[in-house]
């Protein structure tokens, strides 16, 4: 495809995104198809002629969106928002265009060097000292698993530089709770530390905020079985109910032993944006590593990944690998964010948080966040003002968790309940909600902060509840 | 941003990459920045107002391209290629302007099928049998590392599930040449097996392919001391000269111990599409998971790394998680793509391949590698006829190594020299070619690929070649 080809389709395509966007709010919410549907309107086969943008945008509009869950929808209240902000959109077909890659500083300079200043924007307008350095992974999955590495290096006098973990004395240790995001457990047993030596710290009710004192009796425990605490990871916005966890004790009680302290504010990172919301994570300075995730609240797209941390060495001296063929006569000057996660190759991520930041502009993100903490409130303030109606847990960010509880229906009948109201929401298509379980029994997470939802589709949204509730409560 | 401001800033954005695109040839190759030079040029600071569209173009110009490696310049023989066809940057920025996330099945429907329909399709285009089962993943490091988890947990009879690798009795062990790209070493040790247990098998002279005599001997001293063969990297193209070990008698010995073989055909998996190139990798289907990067050589935009298994339970076992909140009504119908690799969350990234192979088609895409492999032969004659010129390996794909070596330049003055014409070569911005070290000795490579390198190109580079090396070689 010539330059001038691309110019006539990706004209067509531009067109074609922006009326995709601007009519999200007319479509259903949840995608309407069963398993096995879009892949059944695709041929088995390779196709052997040619397409024009036309045949594609057609396919588009045939097969994929219908099968495509509408994340941007205003009425979507699932998981946590995954926002895509078409600013951000723009930063990413530009780095799309540009058709770089990033191996080494050599292979593009600008794409290491607009990381390093465009992260470091991001350090600053969360309030965070100039001891951290950043990166951009995936996901805050990954994020998770670079932080285990890291401190399992770190608590075993670097294992991976002679016989491995098969060959260390004493068996290394992650701490959290159960509430923390399902990548902290896959994390812990993919760097090789073993179901047994992922230790479970209770929570404290209500809050569901970690449990000092149980984390210092498990710390405890394990130093005297000659295991060597390795880790804890504290979550600022849990995804079940946001909970936070004290980062300025577990610090406190992590230091004792040496251990690592990742913070996962995947969610409630975008909060640090509002100095107002920074005593939710206070104490984060004594923490070694912290992810957050611009691509949920923030809203640029999908993956951006923050990942910073303050002992930069250590973490290359983990990760790093310096083959000739990637060497050059800049080393040495030079950030090689190869040495920093997992891959080798990486696109140019920065430019989608540029354009974000520029085109949109802070104080517009800022009051959007703003304008969502409020939408949670207000909701909060009706389901506690409605009978048979409770809060879950306490509404600490944008997401509430509620649930319905007429009188007498209690036990196997209000799991059924719950997971039949929940459903008629979803598969009304008018919204998404996400069923999730706290302490063994469903609850609902009604996560705010999708980029177009506004106060009168929260409204909405709790009317709809209300129906639904009432109706699969009806006998 | 609202899609009509979008629309109007998407056209310009088209308009520019078009252009960028269209006068590359007329840029230096390599970015003519100095360390530092990119940063010095945006704010310290996060950016308080508001850009224009105009005002991010004029800063595409003003920073990023000078400080841009051109990897789509027909005179980009570096590395690899990494091209990024026009026809996959649409599906690209189709996927952008969709704004789906993928983190689970219901999450985007059609995410996942089109991701499973058109892995299939590449699956059938290079000659794979129907027992392998693919995705997508970010880069061949990250589908090594995750082949290495699969195999640390076949080996050590899921370890994770208990007390990992540390209490684990026997110390598992992986086995690859020297010529294995860094990502293999990188793998092992982020996996846990620690240096120790990363066995450098050796390389047969000339061909640098895997000796599997030496990796039988390893096994078995392995073995004898109690250690566990837990898998083999073949790999099929090497970075350094694409020798291409050989993958039936790897894994008729990897067999006798019950070792996971993941062949790593990051480049030479496009060659694959060629019926005639498949004899490289005879005995693939015995393997039990491979790699292969669209990226390069074929020229899908980066991030996109195909990486099939046979045994995909035993992946779902190593790699998932299933917390209640990504619980659903479909579960057990579908495919969940998280239990295939690290990240919880995914792009719609089977877009970029669905749009490359059909606005391009797979017979041109067919012919432009037998192009690139046509002037490998082109080039290779040239060196083999001229004095003072030599091959340091043979050339099995697109990638020529050479050496010149002037008569009476030996030993330090020899590694000067080569290093001499090959910064010549690259500092004069016209092409670009990797150094690299074999044996210990510097050498040059060439690497042909680019989508837009058509023979008068590769002599033009010939041609510089041989007056850099004869000006440095000048007393």
Chains 1, 2 share one sequence.
């Not at 951009?136 to 999955?141: K, L, N, P, Y």
């Not at 206070?282 to 809203?299: C, I, R, T």
């Not at 040495?339 to 540029?354: E, M, N, V």
């Not at 506690?384 to 997401?399: F, K, N, R, S």
């Amino acid at each position: 495809m010539t330059p001038d080809e691309f110019r006539q389709a990706g004209h067509q395509l531009i067109d074609w995104i922006a009326d995709y966007r601007r009519q999200i709010e007319s479509r259903p919410v949840k995608a309407q198809v069963k398993p096995g549907e879009v892949a059944a309107a695709l041929p088995a086969e390779p196709p052997a002629g040619l397409a024009t943008i036309d045949d594609l945008l057609a396919d588009l509009d045939r097969v994929v969106v219908p099968g495509a869950f509408l994340a941007q929808h205003p009425m979507h209240y699932g998981w946590f928002p995954s926002n895509a902000s078409l600013a951000s959109v723009l930063g990413d077909i530009a780095s799309s265009g540009l058709g770089t890659f990033g191996i080494s500083w050599e292979s593009c300079p600008a794409l290491t060097e607009v990381e390093e200043v465009v992260v470091d924007w991001l350090r600053q307008l969360t309030g965070l000292s100039d001891a951290w350095h950043g990166t951009i992974h995936d996901t805050a999955s990954t994020a998770c698993l670079v932080a285990l590495l890291a401190a399992r290096e770190r608590a075993t006098d670097h294992s991976q530089a002679r016989g491995g973990l098969s060959t260390h004395g004493s068996a290394p240790v992650v701490y959290a709770t159960a509430q923390s995001h399902s990548s902290v457990r896959k994390a812990a047993l993919l760097a090789g530390y073993g179901s047994d030596h992922l230790r479970i710290v209770a929570d404290v009710p209500v809050t569901r905020a970690l449990d000092v004192a149980d984390l210092r009796r498990a710390m405890a425990a394990d130093v005297a079985a000659g295991r060597t605490p390795a880790a804890v990871v504290a979550t600022v916005g849990t995804t079940g109910t946001t909970a936070v966890d004290p980062i300025t004790e577990v610090v406190a009680a992590a230091a004792e032993h040496g251990a690592w302290v990742h913070v996962d504010a995947a969610m409630a990172g975008s909060a640090m944006l509002l100095e107002e919301y920074r005593p939710l994570w206070e104490g984060v300075e004594g923490a070694d590593s912290l992810s957050w995730n611009p691509h949920k609240w923030m809203g640029t797209i999908l993956d951006t990944s923050l990942f910073f941390v303050r002992d930069v060495q250590h973490l290359v001296r983990v990760m790093s690998t310096n083959p000739s063929y990637l060497q050059s006569n800049a080393d040495g000057e030079v950030v090689q964010y190869r040495d920093w996660g997992i891959p080798l190759g990486r696109r140019f991520r920065a430019l989608k948080l540029w354009f974000h930041l520029r085109l949109d502009g802070v104080d517009a993100i800022r009051d959007r966040i703003r304008r969502d903490l409020a939408n949670a409130n207000w909701l909060e303030e009706q389901v506690t003002a409605a009978p048979d109606w409770e809060l879950v847990a306490p509404v600490t960010l944008q997401t509430v968790c509620v649930r319905h509880r007429p009188a007498g229906v209690t036990g196997d009948a209000l799991e059924a309940h719950t997971a039949a109201w929940c459903d008629a929401v979803n598969d009304s298509g008018r919204a998404y909600v996400t069923r999730s379980q706290l302490d063994g029994s469903w609850m609902v997470r009604v996560s705010i902060g999708v980029e177009q939802t506004e106060r009168h589709h929260v409204e909405a949204l709790w009317e709809l509840m209300q129906q639904a509730a009432a109706k699969t409560a009806a006998p």
